[in-house]
């Protein structure tokens, strides 16, 4: 059975905080990793993607993987308010399809 | 472009009923996934289509869940009969083939059974 576990929250941080969101998975065979976001009765939309150890930055947005901890980060730096919703970390585990953790809530705090 | 479309966004529906769900991929997208979401819950596939054939399907409830993707475009997701527990926000999604991380979805419906 493959998961992917991640603190449901809520994780509360301030404006301009940086916000740490993070993913563990079973399946030492994942390939690919995958943060989306999805806002409160909105539909998920994929933020960042990450193949490889270590890090990958993308505006605000940093990936982080360690394949041999099986585990997957998002930060969120100079957090904004308009960053508050749902993040959901998804694995491919190599049968092209997706599994998705159950998210985490973030509330940015003005 | 046009992005995923679905219909109905909401439906209600006795319990022991039947209710279908519509969706039209973005074009040239041949994978196609259905999604459910319960409250709290991450999406969980119920079945992925590539063109007209099924790829997976190993967590749809074939009792009362079924799915056709007939001509590689439009797809529908039917159950029958309905239970408290479908209650949940059905989703599709669409990829190019191979880019399964890389998924558009559509704006959902959302099922109450009462």
């Known amino acids: 059975q493959k998961e992917v576990e991640q603190n449901s929250g809520p994780l509360s941080v301030p404006e301009g905080a940086i916000a740490s969101l993070n993913c563990t998975y079973s399946?030492?065979?994942?390939?690919?990793f995958f943060w989306y976001r999805q806002y409160s009765g909105k539909s998920p939309e994929l933020i960042m993607s990450i193949y490889s150890n270590g890090d990958k930055e993308d505006g605000r947005f940093t990936a982080q993987l360690n394949k041999a901890s099986q585990y997957v980060s998002l930060l969120i730096r100079d957090s904004q308010p308009s960053d508050s919703a749902t993040y959901l970390c998804?694995?491919?585990?190599?049968?092209?399809?997706?599994?998705f953790g159950t998210g985490t809530r973030l509330t940015v705090i003005p | 472009e046009a992005g995923v479309a679905q219909s109905p966004r909401y439906k209600i529906i006795e319990k022991r009923q039947s209710v279908a769900f519509w969706c039209n991929p973005i074009?040239?997208?041949?994978?196609l996934y259905w999604y459910q979401q319960i409250l709290g819950q991450g999406p969980k596939l119920l079945i992925q289509f590539q063109n007209n054939g099924v790829v997976d399907d190993s967590q749809l409830p074939k009792d009362r869940f079924s799915a056709e993707r007939l001509k590689g475009v439009d797809s529908t997701l039917k159950i029958q009969p309905a239970k408290l527990e479908d209650s949940a926000v059905y989703l599709c999604?669409?990829?190019?083939?191979?880019?399964?991380?890389?998924?558009?979805f559509g704006p959902g419906t959302r099922l109450t059974v009462l």
């Open positions: 998804a694995v491919n585990a190599g049968a092209n399809n997706l599994f």
């Open positions: 399946d030492r065979g994942s390939q690919s």
């Open positions: 074009s040239g997208h041949a994978t």
């Open positions: 999604a669409s990829s190019l083939v191979g880019l399964a991380g890389e998924q558009f």
